[in-house]
């Protein structure tokens, strides 16, 4: 299995730009996890699927930002408009079937917002 | 609310015992991870323990549960300059959420 795989690894943009990042989980695993990783505020969730249905999404800071799941092998997280307070990495992970209580990360997406 | 607490830095040498210790507040855990993250990359997964062990051994990692203190330790055996990332504890939630600990950063000196 390739993993969970996260596209693109990494984006440069400017403030302002809409941002779209996307995920594919392990095959298989019915939930997914939306992370973002800042040196000031360390891992937080920000939202998660199970069998991609939006489950929790109290850890997405604003408006701004949106998550959709629209089948079992993919799913978006969008900044609409970007900030350069944005920038950070942001992690998917996927678990599910014999391995329901493992967390598999992505390599994630290095965000840079000028 | 749920709160993972870690020691920021560890510094041993090549070939000592490592011993990353970290709390938690919400005791209806069901599992507690360890993920080490390298530079640049992702989480990987080390071990985890269910909430109702005191101790899992895996190779050179023993991970130890005290339920009661809300401690969770992991200690790695004949540590390497390869085990050199920095090492996250994790607390499982309502739902498989994961809350992460601020990470610790291991150093191993040759």
């Known amino acids: 299995d390739a993993g969970v795989i996260q596209s693109p690894r990494h984006e440069v943009t400017e403030m302002g730009q809409e941002v779209t990042l996307r995920c594919k989980p392990i095959?298989?695993?019915?939930?997914l996890f939306w992370y973002r990783q800042t040196m000031m505020r360390g891992l937080e969730l920000l939202i998660y699927?199970?069998?991609?249905?939006?489950?929790?999404d109290s850890g997405m800071p604003e408006d701004r930002f949106s998550a959709k799941m629209p089948n079992a092998s993919f799913s978006t997280l969008k900044i609409q408009p970007s900030e350069p307070r944005d920038s950070a990495v942001y992690f998917c992970?996927?678990?599910?079937?014999?391995?329901?209580?493992?967390?598999?990360f992505g390599p994630g997406t290095r965000l840079t917002v000028l | 609310g749920e709160d993972v607490e870690q020691s920021l830095f560890l510094s041993v040498r090549e070939g000592d015992s490592s011993v990353i210790n970290c709390t938690y507040t919400?005791?209806?855990?069901?599992?507690l991870y360890w993920y080490k993250q390298e530079p640049g990359a992702g989480l990987q997964l080390l071990t985890y323990?269910?909430?109702?062990?005191d101790m899992k051994q895996d190779q050179r990692l023993t991970v130890l549960l005290n339920k009661k203190d809300k401690h969770l330790s992991l200690r790695i055996a004949d540590t390497q300059t390869g085990d050199s990332a920095i090492y996250f504890c994790?607390?499982?939630?309502?739902?498989?959420?994961?809350?992460f600990g601020q990470g610790t950063e291991l150093s191993v000196k040759p």
């Open positions: 992970a996927s678990c599910g079937g014999a391995s329901y209580n493992e967390q598999f």
């Open positions: 919400d005791s209806s855990s069901t599992y």
């Open positions: 699927f199970n069998n991609n249905v939006p489950i929790d």
């Open positions: 994790a607390e499982s939630s309502q739902g498989g959420k994961l809350i």
């Open positions: 095959s298989g695993h019915n939930s």
């Open positions: 323990i269910f909430s109702n062990m």
